[in-house]
């Protein structure tokens, strides 16, 4: 009887060897397939609505399509403790225990998930085929900020906006949400929300820092709401080109006209090259600038040899021409 049970102990063993100690799969004593180990898969994304022995435990040969649980609804969760999980081992004769009562399974739903984003373009677009007034310099901002949908990832990540109420004096609205659409058996859902008009407005796509020059590269529109908007924002793209921002502007933030300023060419106490043009020929001259300035500001700049303050005009960086009237200065 001992030899039996000693026997069998043994043969139990050998059903668990690890499939990394067998030979190679070409080698004639390879060992089969089922004798490696079972073992826990900590976290699992299912796509059905059921939960299979397969999909909690790797290995699992003959019983691996066999359900033992609902699956949680999409966007949601399911813990499957250790006792549970002894338990199913147990029911179906499979070769595991829990090493500690920690030991769990986390599952979860595969599921599309659609975001307040979406949600917002299709209420807009319920309201503007409504008739009520709207148009796409208006946007759509519902109440509940986290919202969203979560749809089973083998079903239509459709929705549709089902009902709509709108209150022209306070722009508040209410909408009943289906998704998936046209199914009659998807859940519904009531939300409410506001309306506000928009205008668009360029920002800077990087952190812009003084005396850059900003380029078309650096611009991006976004919409932003008229309350939030001051009388000297900025709303044309084509007034920032060229520009360079007197301090450093924030990304995404909307820029007001005396955020920036002509780059300055010639910064005050920088020397200069002056240029006289007569009309049979040109004279230069070096001086510093008392003045900082722009393409064509008007600035004072004092002659390094003659120490004489001459009145001149911003051409290009580093460089001022000097008017006719100043021929004795350059002297």
């Known amino acids: 009887m001992k030899i039996s049970i000693l026997t069998l102990a043994f043969a139990a063993v050998m059903l668990v060897v690890p499939q990394s100690l067998a030979a190679p799969q070409e080698a004639p004593e390879a060992l089969p397939a089922q004798a490696a180990p079972i073992f826990l898969r900590e976290s699992v994304v299912v796509s059905g609505k059921l939960v299979r022995i397969g999909d909690l435990f790797a290995n699992v040969k003959e019983n691996a399509e066999t359900p033992v649980a609902y699956a949680p609804e999409p966007g949601k969760r ?9 338990r199913v081992a147990r029911a179906y004769k499979l070769n595991w225990k829990p090493l500690s009562v920690q030991v769990r399974v ?10 307040r984003e979406e949600i917002e373009d299709h209420i807009l677009a319920a309201l503007i085929e409504s008739g009520v007034g709207m148009d796409e310099n ?10 969203r949908f979560y749809v089973a990832g083998d079903s239509s990540a459709t929705l549709a906006v089902e009902d709509i109420s709108y209150e022209q004096r306070t722009m508040r609205f209410t909408a009943i949400i289906a998704v998936p659409a046209n199914d009659p058996a998807a859940p519904r859902m009531r939300v409410t929300g ?25 611009i991006v529109m976004i919409k932003v709401r008229d309350k939030r908007l001051q009388n000297n924002v900025i709303l044309n793209a084509e007034d920032l080109i060229g520009k360079a921002p007197r301090r450093s502007l924030r990304a995404g933030t909307p820029i007001h006209a005396s955020d920036v300023r002509r780059p300055i060419l010639v910064p005050r106490g920088s020397l200069v090259t002056m240029i006289l043009r007569l009309p049979d020929m ?5 001086g510093k600038a008392l003045d900082e300035g722009s393409d064509g500001d008007a600035v004072r700049v004092v002659n390094t040899q003659s120490n004489t303050v001459i009145d001149a005009v911003v ?16 002297n």
Do not use: C
């Open 78 to 86: 399911a813990f499957f403790d250790a006792n549970w999980l002894y």
């Open 282 to 286: 040109v004279l230069t001259a070096k």
């Open 106 to 115: 986390v599952v979860e739903r595969d599921s599309i998930v659609i975001k």
């Open 194 to 218: 506001r309306v506000y008009k928009v205008s668009e407005t360029p920002v800077m796509v990087r952190r812009m820092l003084a005396g850059e020059v900003i380029a078309r590269r650096d």
């Open 315 to 330: 051409i290009r960086t580093g460089v001022v021409t000097v008017r006719p009237n100043g021929q004795i200065a350059m």
């Open 138 to 147: 208006m946007s759509v901002e519902v109440s509940n900020h986290m919202l």
